[in-house]
């Protein structure tokens, strides 16, 4: 049973940091690229960062370069998001996203409230 499970979500306030972290079980985690994605209300879904099978490239979007960091441990299977000087902009649901074409797996999702 393939499964995603995002964690490390939570309520920081403007400036703080934060770090998520996705496990993955169930298929072959060192054959798929990675991606962090969000959904904030209101808004279409957004291709946060990505991350090649051995984790050696990285590519983010423009919203969120410089701020946040995507590495992952194939030991662990395992990918991480390190957020820092989040912005209420950054509020929303972050997933994860395993891709190896055809297949696309998504996990649960993990909420990010960035509030004072």
């Known amino acids: 049973q393939v499964r995603l499970v995002e964690t490390g979500g939570g309520l920081v306030q403007p400036g703080g940091s934060l770090r998520l972290s996705c496990t993955a079980s169930?298929?072959?985690?060192?054959?798929?690229?990675m991606n962090w994605h969000r959904r904030a209300p209101g808004k279409e879904r957004e291709l946060v960062a990505a991350i090649s099978r051995d984790g050696s490239s990285t590519n983010y979007a423009d919203s969120v370069k410089g701020r946040f960091t995507m590495s992952r441990d194939n030991a662990k299977n395992t990918v991480y998001l390190e957020m820092n000087s989040l912005n209420p902009e950054d509020t929303a649901v972050y997933y994860c996203?395993?891709?190896?074409?055809?297949?696309?797996?998504w996990g649960q999702g993990t909420q990010v409230t960035v509030s004072s």
């Open positions: 996203n395993a891709v190896r074409w055809p297949n696309f797996y």
């Open positions: 169930g298929f072959s985690f060192t054959n798929y690229a």
